[in-house]
């Protein structure tokens, strides 16, 4: 049984196209967070949402929108994508109460811009 | 802001023998989790070891512990007993302790296994 999972595990486009990344955890988890891994293998929190909710936006721009349909799911939408967007896309999940928890990660997306 | 640094981008060792990732770390919290991460090649973020600090005692897990030193915000990972498959990049990380925070990473250590 997968905890997280990210759908598509690669994903190659061009500039300017619209893209999506799914991610769904069956942990019953309320927490959820996008985080990006850049080339030099840098990971850094883009979003969190807690129950649906957007708690977290660490000055991302705007061509990217999350959306949490409900509290097993986490997508990202990345609008009229650019070169710089190229990185490996990580969802993550914890419960809320406490932060002893570890986070759990999906095998994450990577991205290739063109 | 909280900070987290991993002064040692690459470090390699034999195969049995042992070798310490360093971390550092930047908080004005007094109660906070930290954390070590694994990411072998297939890029999987595997939790290795975690502590939290309120704990005077390090953690430990099978061949793999921690150097906790609190008043100097060191974090260090020891590797007992290296195994081919330890062979990864490791991130220190840490988060504060208050409700569902994110995690702040350090840069990373890439670890070599020589057989």
């Known amino acids: 049984d997968t905890a997280v999972s990210q759908t598509p595990k690669y994903l190659v486009t061009q500039m300017g196209n619209d893209k999506s990344i799914k991610c769904e955890q069956n942990l019953g988890h309320d927490t959820m967070y996008w985080y990006k891994q850049d080339s030099k293998k840098f990971l850094k929190i883009m979003f969190s949402?807690?129950?649906?909710?957007?708690?977290i936006n660490e000055t991302v721009p705007n061509r990217f929108s999350p959306k949490s349909p409900d509290k097993a799911h986490l997508n990202l939408h990345i609008n009229s994508l650019e070169l710089g967007d190229s990185a490996v896309y990580f969802c993550a999940s914890s419960p809320y109460r406490t932060s002893l928890y570890e986070q759990y990660f999906g095998p994450g997306t990577r991205l290739t811009v063109t | 802001a909280q900070t987290v640094t991993q002064s040692q981008p690459e470090m390699s060792v034999q195969e049995a023998e042992t070798v310490t990732l360093s971390c550092t770390y930047d908080t004005s919290e007094s109660d906070y989790y930290l954390f070590w991460y694994k990411q072998p090649p297939s890029r999987q973020m595997i939790l290795v070891i975690r502590?939290?600090?309120?704990?005077?005692q390090n953690a430990t897990e099978n061949r793999f512990s921690v150097n906790f030193q609190k008043a100097a915000k060191s974090f260090s990972l020891k590797i007992s007993d290296s195994q081919l498959g330890d062979a990864a990049m490791y991130f220190c990380a840490y988060r504060t302790d208050s409700g569902n925070t994110p995690l702040v990473f350090g840069k990373g250590t890439r670890l070599s296994v020589i057989a």
């Open positions: 949402y807690n129950n649906k909710e957007l708690i």
């Open positions: 502590q939290e600090a309120y704990k005077q």
